[in-house]
């Protein structure tokens, strides 16, 4: 072990052999390492339904923290559906329903589409009008086969009236080839005894069966015929977490599709059938996250309105659509907004966002570094095994890989955060250490990722400018060396660089 390489770490750390040791915590948010405060706020956010912002550099669990967040929120209880305005099409309704009443919606629809027989267990005539049953030798076959594969008679039942017909000696053949490609009828009348009672009964071809429809899945069905028609666009069962990072104004706010004609009742698409919910409302009841808020621009001014107001309206985007003469209206998104950005960017947020952010949430500055601790390194070998369990395409590290890891750990805090003694937080970069010492484990087909693979994934997987500074001695070095004569003719380093004693052709 040479002198930069770490001593043994915390007792924890001494009792195990490989990270297959190491439980993982159920809970998402055990899982963040390094930002109690943060994960403290975020259960406060989860259990009081707050807003969140997250401000850190890049790398430190911002994302980890809102998804975890989600999935300590209650599943979605409300199913919101855009409903046909006959009166005036281009404004449906919006119809929000409980899971009770979904459910129960459900159970009508599974009533309304009947039980399925055998065509055996039908009653004779019943199969032989369908199409099931020879009325000739009583064979069962398909309703597809016309005529019966045993006597090739007709399947349909109109030969048996023909033995009383004048003319049946006539018309028989005629009959038998005219209506042989009918093979009985699709639907069945009938009535039945049921607990003492007489009642209606439907016996529909469903290809190899029989469907039945009793007395109450015909008045289901009637009843689901009566509604007017609509579409979900936002179902009860969905995930929680809403990821909106980059997302365009359609893809945030909604939309209302195209139809080249323009909603024609016989030609086009109903305008409610046309409505696309946004980020905003699928993320109803749950969280909305969006990373590089800044970067929305005025885009963020309609996130400030989904939540003062809860609702928001889709309309049709674009001017040129048929969808712009939509639009639906209190269309809801009670979300939690958890919004993320990097220090410098905090600026560009808008004020009355951060300030309603602040009325009903928390701000929090995410850690770079926690102290070197026998706990803490304890917490870095637990994202080892994390980072190797969510891969799951690399095999489990050694305790000396583990070592080196936190020892990394150790390096890196000292030399982005100038901080002695303590361990950094910037957690993707040694994700990334971590996946590349894995990989070259795997070309060696070793067992587990073992110290040499953490040595060397160190050396490989280096940023591309620390390589620029080795091979040319700059950054500004490279950028010379790797440009053609007429590149750097044409680039301002040259002119700076030809003329650095001369200030006014250099700035020139």
């Known amino acids: 072990m040479t002198e930069e390489e770490p001593e043994t770490t915390a007792a924890m750390l001494d009792s195990i052999e490989t990270t297959e040791e190491i439980k993982i915590s159920s809970d998402p948010l055990e899982r963040v390492v390094g930002q109690d405060e943060a994960v403290r706020l975020a259960r406060i956010a989860a259990a009081q339904r707050r807003h969140f912002l997250l401000v850190g ?24 559906r855009v409903v046909h305005n006959p009166e005036n099409p281009e404004r449906p309704m919006i119809e929000v329903k409980s899971g009770g009443e979904v459910e129960k919606e459900a159970e009508s629809k599974g009533s309304a589409e009947g039980e399925f027989i055998d065509p055996k267990e039908s009653p004779v005539n019943v199969a032989e009008r369908l199409g099931y049953r020879c009325a000739n030798c009583g064979t ?136 696309v919910a946004g980020a905003i409302h699928s993320a109803h009841q ?72 602040n009325g009903g949430g928390y701000e929090v500055l995410l850690e770079t570094v926690m102290p070197d601790t ?26 000396e890989a583990v070592e080196l890891i936190i020892h990394e750990a150790r390096k890196r805090a000292k030399a982005v955060d100038s901080r002695d003694k303590s361990l950094t937080l910037r957690l993707r970069e040694l994700g990334g250490l971590i996946r590349a010492a894995g990989d070259i484990a795997i070309v060696e087909e070793a067992k587990y990722v073992e110290g040499k693979h953490i040595r060397d994934a160190i050396r490989r997987a280096r940023p591309v400018e620390e390589q620029i500074r080795e091979r040319y001695g700059s950054y500004m070095g490279g950028v010379s060396k790797d440009m053609t004569t007429s590149e750097r003719e044409s680039s301002p380093y040259h002119y700076w660089n030809v003329h650095q004693n001369d200030d006014r052709m250099g700035y020139r």
Do not use: W
């Open 374 to 399: 026998g706990e803490n390194r304890s917490k870095i070998a637990q994202f080892v095994a994390q980072e190797i369990a969510m891969d799951m395409k690399i095999p489990h590290a050694t305790r």
């Open 286 to 357: 749950g969280v909305l996250f969006i990373d590089e808020l800044p970067h929305l621009g005025h885009l963020q001014r309609f996130i400030l309105t989904g939540m003062q107001e809860k609702r928001f309206p889709i309309t049709g985007r674009n001017p040129q659509s048929a969808g712009a003469s939509v639009r639906v209206d209190s269309v809801p998104c009670d979300f939690i907004f958890v919004g993320a950005c990097n220090i410098q960017d905090l600026s560009h947020i808008l004020s009355p966002l951060r300030s309603r952010i």
């Open 140 to 275: 069962y076959s398909s309703p597809k086969e016309t005529f019966c594969p045993k006597c090739s008679h007709t399947k349909a039942t109109y030969g048996k009236g023909m033995a009383n017909n004048p003319f049946g000696d006539l018309l028989g053949g005629l009959v038998e080839v005219t209506m042989g490609g009918m093979a009985g009828r699709d639907r069945v009348t009938t009535t039945r005894k049921r607990f003492g009672k007489e009642e209606v009964v439907v016996f529909e071809r469903a290809g190899e069966m029989i469907k039945v429809l009793d007395q109450k899945a015909l008045e289901d069905r009637r009843n689901l015929e009566r509604m007017s028609p609509r579409k979900v666009i936002v179902p009860i069962d969905r995930n929680p977490f809403v990821l909106a990072t980059g997302a365009s104004e359609t893809e945030l706010l909604g939309d209302v599709r195209h139809d080249p004609y323009g909603g024609h009742p016989q030609l086009g698409t109903q305008p409610y059938d046309r409505v």
């Open 57 to 80: 550099p890049p790398g430190t669990g911002k994302s980890m923290i809102a998804q975890a967040l989600s999935l300590h929120l209650h599943r979605p209880t409300e199913e919101i």
